[in-house]
């Protein structure tokens, strides 16, 4: 048998080699570093590790589209001015920035809930963090499936 030359190996072999490069690109945001997100979370709470409870990370398990994912992060608070919610901030495993939102908060907000929509790279781990009046730092990690990848690196 006759091995295979000419301009369709060629063309195969510049095809595999393509598409070996695009699939490096698209799973590039999803290899980072695991312990980054602990890290992001160790910066804004200046080295307290905080305790899980009290905030509650309301987002689907399974999400068909990460470019516009719906989350809610309500806090257990009585929110009195002696006792109150005074940042929520909320972190991602996998996206090139891991600081995803923040959310400053006094006793007159009334109730310890904020909403609104991310981007989620692909399949990863979300933390919310509250900061409370006393010092205080609760947090909820929760771990999301995407089927559908958004921020991907090079979007304008």
Same mark, same amino acid.
């Given at each position: 048998?006759?091995?295979?030359?000419?301009?369709?190996?060629?063309?195969?072999?510049?095809?595999?080699?393509?598409? @070996?490069?695009?699939? #490096?690109?698209? =799973?590039?945001? &999803?290899?980072? !570093?695991? *312990?980054?997100? %602990? $890290?992001?979370?160790?910066?804004?709470?200046?080295?307290?590790?905080?305790?899980?409870?009290?905030?509650?990370?309301?987002?689907?398990?399974?999400?068909?589209?990460?470019? @516009?994912?719906?989350? #809610?992060?309500? =806090?257990?608070? &009585?929110?009195? !001015?002696? *006792?109150?919610? %005074? $940042?929520?901030?909320?972190?991602?495993?996998?996206?090139?920035?891991?600081?995803?939102?923040?959310?400053?908060?006094?006793?007159?907000?009334?109730?310890?809930?904020?909403?609104?929509?991310?981007?989620?790279?692909?399949?990863?781990?979300?933390?919310?963090?509250?900061?409370?009046?006393?010092?205080?730092?609760?947090?909820?990690?929760?771990?999301?499936?995407?089927?559908?990848?958004?921020?991907?690196?090079?979007?304008?």
């Amino acid at each position: 048998m006759l091995a295979k030359t000419g301009p369709n190996l060629k063309r195969r072999r510049l095809l595999a080699g393509s598409a @070996a490069l695009g699939a #490096t690109i698209l =799973v590039r945001p &999803a290899a980072a !570093a695991p *312990d980054e997100l %602990a $890290a992001a979370v160790q910066a804004w709470t200046g080295g307290i590790k905080p305790t899980p409870g009290r905030v509650k990370f309301d987002i689907a398990s399974l999400v068909d589209n990460g470019n @516009a994912v719906p989350i #809610t992060v309500s =806090v257990d608070s &009585a929110m009195t !001015a002696a *006792d109150h919610v %005074a $940042a929520i901030a909320i972190f991602n495993e996998r996206n090139p920035q891991r600081d995803v939102a923040r959310f400053a908060l006094g006793p007159r907000a009334g109730r310890a809930k904020v909403s609104t929509r991310i981007r989620l790279a692909t399949s990863q781990k979300l933390t919310a963090v509250a900061k409370m009046s006393d010092g205080s730092y609760w947090s909820d990690t929760v771990d999301v499936v995407v089927t559908l990848a958004a921020c991907i690196e090079g979007e304008s």
